[in-house]
């Protein structure tokens, strides 16, 4: 299935039938994981992609890409001397974010990345090497890493001359979110000159901090269910990140101030001289759950061609990390540039975590490797909480939650439509009907299209949330601000042949201060009926 649809994106380049000249260049930028990266050997020159793939992916892992940290570079290197990882440039980027794995016959979605949203935005009029454009990079790295930032510089120019000298709309998902905010930091002239639009979707702007605690204890599996037996093991793939700057920088902001505050818990027993022992629940936040990573990780090795390499946590790129969120936290949005930040809510996010239980506590801190954590959620995208997500920290046109998983979101219909109006690429929907300038309002119209076929039709109980940013700065100072406004939407849609759709919605509308409004979109009641 996946060589088929494959072959459909190719044909669809080459024979694209329509194409829209007048559109502004779009740059696509990954998260972590979401780049094709091949291992070229420079002994003999051959190349092969080792990220990501089906077969024999745990060899090639922990041959070409288990690394080791170079606190004088800030570089991870791999250990094989020979080996040096490349990101290829196919179709102008979008070869290595487009789908990761070209060889997988099943589970295809599970690795399709950009593939949708670069099928759906060729229907729009872009085209490949004019209008569309993909930069994948070694997603190992730390997100301000030189080298990284000098790639990006150059694809900026390239892209902006190839499409005429029209600046860039960048559309990023997941980390991508902090490598473009990192590069806004350190080449902000460059930035300005280049960039018109930045789409940010699913950005852990102040980290993941469940997701990273349980990666530096236990791994993480790049895919989920059953399809995570056909890659690398948790325990791989932990051996691989425990040396990635970029899995450190995830960790979150120091110095953020958590409505929620993330903890690294623990049923801790303790053993006293006299033989006596007392279990206690200990609760760490961030910065506190340090000392107990180093401690259960002091042991950690990796056998390497025959030797066992020592793997604790490594200080050098903590410290690397928390320079790193120093930087982001001067980012400073250019006039000329408009922002946007699309997040993933509805799912179960890991927010905090605990090892143990008061039955079963742990004695040992080396233990917590092989213990499974029970997790405390919020609301989020399954990978980047919700709190994290919309704390950008930049003077953005809109921060929109729409429900969806942290991959899964890139193939959602509703968010092709939020980025198509954003992007102005095409006719104006004509179900746009704003609360004002800046509020897409969700639609399920797709589905009369799409399902119009089936009757009876239900869509309930849908809860999206919209944080509108005021242009009007005086309009805050009116008397009636702190005036909580409720009001109902009812659009119809008929036609002649008799089918219609129904959309109602209630919306509350919460005025704060500095300029911003939290607008709730609750009880979204969509039927289609194709009689």
Same mark, same amino acid.
């Given at each position: ?7 459909? %994106? ?75 990882? +490349? ?113 940010? %979707? ?98 950690? +090795? ?69 213990? !499974? ?9 399954? +990978? ?70 089936? !009757? ?49 919605? +209630? ?25």
């Amino acid at each position: 299935m996946t060589i088929l649809r494959f072959s459909f %994106i190719r044909k669809t380049q080459e024979e694209q039938p329509y194409v829209n000249p007048n559109l502004d260049p779009v740059l696509l930028v990954p998260g972590i994981g979401g780049s094709m990266l091949n291992a070229v050997d420079d002994q003999n020159g051959t190349e092969e992609r080792v990220w990501v793939r089906f077969l024999s992916a745990e060899y090639e892992l922990k041959t070409k890409l288990w690394s080791r940290y170079d606190p004088s570079t800030g570089k991870t290197e791999s250990l094989d001397k020979n080996t040096r990882i +490349t990101v290829p440039e196919d179709r102008s980027g979008l070869y290595a974010l487009d789908i990761l794995d070209p060889d997988l016959l099943i589970g295809a979605d599970s690795v399709y990345y950009f593939h949708d949203m670069i099928v759906e935005m060729l229907k729009w009029g872009y085209q490949e090497g004019r209008t569309l454009f993909g930069f994948g990079y070694d997603f190992r790295q730390s997100n301000r890493l030189q080298e990284t930032m000098d790639r990006l510089a150059a694809k900026l120019e390239s892209v902006y001359n190839a499409a005429g000298g029209k600046k860039i709309n960048i559309i990023t998902h997941s980390m991508g979110g902090l490598l473009v905010k990192c590069f806004m930091c350190l080449q902000s002239d460059v930035f300005e000159k280049y960039v018109k639009n930045w789409i940010a %979707i699913c950005a852990p702007f102040q980290g993941a901090p469940g997701m990273v605690n349980s990666t530096l204890l236990n791994g993480m599996s790049f895919l989920k269910g059953w399809e995570q037996n056909l890659y690398i093991s948790k325990w791989s793939m932990h051996q691989l990140l425990i040396e990635c700057p970029s899995i450190y920088e995830l960790m979150g902001g120091p110095n953020f101030h958590w409505q929620h505050i993330p903890r690294l818990e623990l049923w801790h027993e303790k053993h006293h001289s006299d033989g006596q022992s007392h279990i206690i629940l200990e609760s760490y936040p961030p910065g506190d759950s340090i000392e107990v990573l180093k401690q259960a990780l002091a042991n950690n +090795t990796v056998n390497y061609d025959g030797k066992d390499l020592p793997l604790p946590l490594n200080l050098e790129i903590l410290k690397w990390a928390n320079r790193t969120w120093e930087i982001l936290s001067s980012a400073k949005l250019p006039s000329q540039v408009k922002f946007y930040n699309i997040y993933g809510t509805n799912i179960a996010t890991a927010h905090s975590v605990c090892y143990g239980t008061e039955d079963k506590p742990v004695s040992d801190l080396q233990q917590l490797h092989n213990l !499974e954590a029970k997790c405390i959620h919020v609301d989020g995208d399954g +990978t980047v909480p919700v709190e994290s997500a919309k704390a950008d920290g930049l003077n953005a046109e809109a921060r929109v939650g729409i429900p969806g998983e942290h991959r899964g979101i890139l193939r959602e219909p509703h968010l092709f439509r939020i980025i198509k109006h954003w992007l102005k690429a095409g006719d104006p929907d004509p179900f746009y009907n704003p609360i004002n300038d800046y509020v897409v309002l969700p639609t399920a119209f797709e589905m009369e299209r799409r399902f119009k076929e089936k !009757e009876g039709l239900e869509v309930a109980s849908l809860k999206e949330d919209w944080e509108i940013i005021s242009k009007d700065q005086d309009e805050q100072n009116n008397t009636d601000a702190d005036i909580t406004s409720l009001s109902s939407i009812s659009v119809l849609h008929g036609a002649a042949n008799q089918s219609y759709s129904e959309a109602r919605a +209630t919306i509350i509308v919460h005025p704060g201060n500095d300029g911003k409004q939290h607008v709730q979109l609750n009880a979204l009641a969509v039927s289609v009926d194709a009689s």
